[in-house]
C-alpha cells in the first residue's frame, strides 16, 4: 500500500498558467448543512435534509515576488472582476499531479501585505483571499 501524499508539494494555476508556489492554501474545504427533520412513528433518529452546500474562502501565503496577485485585486478595486478558475495542485513523490482541486470563477476578495518589523529577519509574505463558485476535484 502507498503512503499519503505530502502536504508540503503542490502549486498555484489561474486559467491554466503556472502561478508559482505558495507558502500555504488554506480554505480548501466545502460543508454540505442539515436540517433535523422528525418523522411520525421514527422515534429512535431524527432524518437528515440536506439545505446547503458552501465553500470556504482560499487563502493563499506566499513570500512578495510577482505582483500578478496584487494586480488582479487591483482590477477588482476599479470595479473590473475579472473571474478566474484557480486549480491547487499536490505533486507526489516523482514529480507528477496526485490531486488538482478546481475553484470555478474565483476573484481576489482581499489582499494582505506583510508586517514590517526592522527587527527582525522574516520574508516578506502577501496573502490573498480567492472567493469562488464552487470547489471540484479533477
Known amino acids: 500500500m502507498a503512503d499519503p501524499y505530502g502536504s508540503f508539494r503542490f502549486r ?4 491554466g498558467l503556472d502561478r508559482g508556489g505558495v507558502q500555504s492554501v488554506s ?13 411520525g412513528g421514527v422515534n ?3 432524518r437528515q435534509l440536506i439545505t446547503k452546500s458552501t465553500q470556504a474562502t482560499l487563502i493563499l501565503k506566499r513570500g512578495l515576488l510577482d505582483p ?13 472582476v475579472e ?10 513523490e516523482g514529480g ?3 490531486w488538482r482541486w478546481i475553484c470555478a470563477d ?12 526592522a527587527t527582525a ?9 480567492l472567493v469562488h463558485h464552487g470547489l471540484t476535484r479533477q
Open 27 to 39: 480554505g480548501i474545504e466545502r460543508t454540505t448543512e442539515t436540517e433535523p427533520y422528525r418523522e
Open 106 to 117: 474565483a476573484f481576489p476578495s482581499k489582499w494582505g501585505g506583510t508586517e514590517l518589523d
Open 96 to 98: 507528477e499531479e496526485a
Open 68 to 80: 500578478w496577485f496584487w494586480d488582479w485585486h487591483e482590477d477588482v478595486v476599479n470595479g473590473d
Open 44 to 46: 429512535d433518529h431524527d
Open 12 to 15: 498555484i494555476e489561474a486559467d
Open 121 to 129: 529577519s522574516a520574508v516578506a509574505v502577501e496573502s490573498i483571499e
Open 83 to 92: 473571474r478566474r478558475t484557480v486549480s491547487i495542485i499536490l505533486i507526489d
